[in-house]
Nanobody
Framework: QVQLVESGGGLVQPGGSLRLSCAASGFTLNRYAIAWFRQAPGKEREGVSC????????DYTDSVKGRFTISRDNAKNTVSLQMNSLKPEDTAVYYC????????????????????WGQGTQVTVSS
């Protein structure tokens, strides 16, 4: 059974950092693309970053480039999202998801193409 579980969210001041983790079970994570999405109150869900299967090619939405880094730990079957220089507008529930395909198509949308989701973890950036 495919399962994704996020962790690492919390409250942080502007300019601070958080590291989110997405633990996978029921499949070998490094074979498939894993994406991070977020949804802020009253806003549509948006894609944040994606790491492809096999080669680990990464991509980021423009608003987080240079601040967020996605990575994969094959031994632990996890994907992490290191978030630095956090801003209040980064406040959202963050989800990891997969389509069980190798490439990162459609992650930049609202994720409707992604069939497997974690439960989400809240990130709040506030002073």
């Amino acid at each position: 059974q495919v399962q994704l579980v996020e962790s690492g969210g919390g409250l942080v001041q502007p300019g601070g950092s958080l590291r989110l983790s997405c633990a996978a079970s029921g499949f070998t994570l490094n074979r498939y693309a894993i994406a991070w999405f977020r949804q802020a109150p009253g806003k549509e869900r948006e894609g944040v970053s994606c790491i492809s299967g096999t080669y680990g090619t990464t991509d980021y939405t423009d608003s987080v480039k240079g601040r967020f880094t996605i990575s994969r730990d094959n031994a632990k079957n996890t994907v992490s999202l290191q978030m630095n220089s956090l801003k209040p507008e980064d406040t959202a529930v963050y989800y990891c998801a997969t389509r069980m395909l190798r490439t990162c198509e459609y992650y930049s949308g609202n994720g409707v193409e992604y069939g497997y989701w974690g439960q989400g973890t809240q990130v709040t950036v506030s002073s």
